[in-house]
């Protein structure tokens, strides 16, 4: 996990299954990050490797 100076805290969990998941923590929410992505979308986040200062990386 990773934390900026705004007490985000980016990183990623596994499941029962043994599937990766992206989340982003902050205000005392959690949140997966495949959530923020369009529906349609090809893509899945895995893993959150950093967040910078300003909340993004």
Known sequence: MYENNRQQIAG???????????????????????TRIPKDSDLYLKKALSINNSGRR
């Open 12 to 34: 990623f969990w596994i499941d029962q299954t043994g599937n990766s998941h992206a989340f982003l923590w902050e205000h005392g929410t959690y949140t997966d990050l495949n």
